[in-house]
């Protein structure tokens, strides 16, 4: 079956760093998304992977090893906006996103 | 219209009723996509369109159908809403099935 596995929750303080990780075992493979959801909120793209590595835009950054079926998020210089869902998908071979739960992040000041 | 919308945001619907959510889309998107969102689960694929005219199954379409008679409109209906049908609704497009997909702000649906 298809699996996307990103931990439920997750707390850290306001100007740190935080990676968020998520694992994945889909049928065929065209892509990882990551998406922010504001509670009560539509989810909002944030970046996508499609080769391994690391790609950056601004505060945000995204790696992928399509080896190891795993990536993660990092957001550095925390706001209190950041506050969020994290949602990790990925496209499979008939270009079907299969979502995550979601991580929720909490920030503290 | 700048973006995608949804209609009405928030129903309360009993139970055996037939209800259309609806979702247009001013971007010229070919791809659109209808998505549950249940607490604790990720979003699921409920319908898609790959472009105007053509429609496909998700993972959960029982209970479900809906029609892309143009590129803007991608409504969704409850041909006889059931309680396990209480959820948000999200429709969102693409530009291809392959890009990114821009979510609309979701109709909350309760069916008692």
């Known amino acids: 079956g298809q699996n996307i596995d990103q931990p439920t929750e997750m707390t850290a303080t306001e100007g740190a760093i935080v990676q968020i990780n998520c694992t994945y075992q889909t049928s065929g493979f065209n892509g990882l998304f990551w998406y922010q959801q504001h509670a009560g909120e539509a989810p909002t793209f944030l970046s996508y992977?499609?080769l391994d590595g690391l790609e950056e835009k601004g505060r945000f950054s995204s790696f992928l090893s399509r080896s190891k079926g795993y990536s993660y998020l990092l957001l550095k210089e925390l706001q209190m906006k950041d506050s969020a869902s994290y949602l990790c998908a990925v496209m499979d071979s008939n270009y079907q996103l299969i979502w995550g739960a979601g991580t929720k992040l909490i920030i503290k000041p | 219209i700048a973006g995608i919308t949804q209609a009405p945001t928030s129903q309360i619907l009993a139970a055996g009723r037939r209800m259309t959510l609806r979702c247009t889309q001013d971007m010229r998107h070919n791809a659109m996509y209808w998505y549950r969102q249940d607490l604790g689960l990720g979003l699921r694929l409920i319908h898609y369109s790959n472009t105007a005219g053509t429609t496909g199954k998700g993972e959960v379409p029982d209970g479900y159908s809906v029609s892309r008679a143009n590129t803007d409109d991608f409504p969704l209906t409850l041909a006889s809403a059931v309680p396990s049908q209480t959820s948000v609704y999200f429709c969102a497009s693409s530009r291809e099935v392959n890009n990114e997909q821009f979510f609309g702000p979701g109709t909350r649906l309760t069916v008692l």
């Open positions: 992977n499609v």
